[in-house]
Antibody
Framework: EVQLVESGGGSVQPGGSLRLSCAASGFDVGTNYMSWVRQAPGKGLEWVSVIYNDGGTQYAESVKGRFTISRDNSKNTLYLQMSSLRGEDMAVYYC??????????WGQGTTVTVSS | SYVLTQPPSVSVAPGQTARITCGANNIGSKSIHWYQQKPGQAPGLVIYYDRDRPSGIPERFSGSNSGNTATLTISRVEAGDEADYYCQVWDSINHNYVFGTGTTVTVL
């Protein structure tokens, strides 16, 4: 069964750091486009970052220079290292995969709270 | 950056047809995907490449895309279709995914 399970969310003070993880099963993270998408409370979906199957990466302007996407093929896990966190980064973070078309696999999400 | 505009809300009676639009300059030249998000749940794909349905999505869901508007159509609406719906494209100029502003469908 194809599945994504996020972890690592929690509460952090402004300026702090957090690393999110996304464990995949049923497919390989290294051979597919993997993305992070977030949703602030009561708001819409916002794409955050993608890592391509060739290892290339892209970031939304809002997180560029502060967030780093990576993967560990041996653990079949996707990561999002977040630093210099701001109040506007508070959101549910979803891990997604593009296996065949669009963002066709989603995790259940992990919540990041940024508050002093 | 590329902006996708959706109406904030659409209300429809059971059994009727809901149409959700997604507008942007020359969106007909791009491939669009649609996602459904029910309260407390992660989003899920309901339409890909403008008009195709993933396995398990009812035929009541259909899509079209031309000119400056893409449309998700839900025929014979059911109470279970109440959800937020988002359109999405790949912005090849800025190399990022773009989501629409989202539409809440309410079944009266």
């Amino acid at each position: 069964e194809v599945q994504l399970v996020e972890s690592g969310g929690g509460s952090v003070q402004p300026g702090g750091s957090l690393r999110l993880s996304c464990a995949a099963s049923g497919f390989d993270v290294g051979t597919n486009y993997m993305s992070w998408v977030r949703q602030a409370p009561g708001k819409g979906l916002e794409w955050v970052s993608v890592i391509y199957n060739d290892g290339g990466t892209q970031y939304a302007e809002s997180v560029k220079g502060r967030f780093t996407i990576s993967r560990d093929n041996s653990k079949n896990t996707l990561y999002l290292q977040m630093s210099s966190l701001r109040g506007e980064d508070m959101a549910v973070y979803y891990c997604t995969a593009s296996l065949m078309y669009g963002l066709d696999v989603w995790g259940q999400g992990t919540t990041v709270t940024v508050s002093s | 950056s590329y902006v996708l505009t959706q109406p904030p809300s659409v209300s429809v009676a059971p059994g009727q047809t809901a149409r959700i639009t997604c507008g942007a300059n020359n969106i007909g030249s791009k491939s669009i995907h649609w996602y459904q998000q029910k309260p407390g749940q992660a989003p899920g794909l309901v339409i890909y490449y403008d008009r195709d349905r993933p396995s398990g999505i009812p035929e009541r869901f259909s899509g079209s895309n031309s000119g400056n508007t893409a449309t998700l159509t839900i025929s014979r609406v059911e109470a279970g279709d109440e959800a937020d719906y988002y359109c999405q494209v790949w912005d090849s100029i800025n190399h990022n995914y773009v989501f629409g502003t989202g539409t809440t469908v309410t079944v009266l």
